[in-house]
């Protein structure tokens, strides 16, 4: 059973950063992609960012130039790194991985105050 943990959460303010890390408990060399979705209050969970196991990433539209996915296959790690964070960009962010099934996270809560 695959396990995966999000952190890196919290509070930060309007421009600034933060990274969230997504530990696996399995190798996520096997996943054929992972990624970080999020969902805000009274919204759909939309995605943010996939990488893939050839390493190609894609991104929504609303985080291009900004957030960059990346993963340590030593570490089972995925990262995302959140820069010039906007109040739209609140909200609980989920990790997510594509093996034989799919697997989520429990979420780590993003708060972006003005």
């Known amino acids: 059973q695959v396990q995966l943990v999000e952190s890196g959460g919290g509070l930060v303010q309007v421009g600034g950063s933060l990274r969230l890390s997504c530990a696996a408990s399995?190798?996520?060399?096997?996943?054929?992609?992972m990624g970080w979705y999020r969902q805000a209050p009274g919204k759909q969970r939309e995605l943010v960012a996939e990488?893939?196991?050839?390493?190609?990433?894609t991104y929504a539209n609303s985080v291009k130039g900004r957030f960059a996915i990346s993963r340590d296959n030593t570490k089972n790690t995925v990262y995302l790194q959140m820069n010039s964070l906007k109040p739209e960009d609140a909200a609980v962010y989920y990790c997510?991985?594509?093996?034989?099934?799919?697997?989520w996270g429990t979420g780590t809560l993003v708060t972006v105050s003005a």
């Open positions: 399995g190798t996520i060399f096997s996943f054929n992609s």
């Open positions: 990488i893939y196991s050839g390493g190609s990433t």
């Open positions: 997510h991985a594509d093996g034989s099934m799919g697997y």
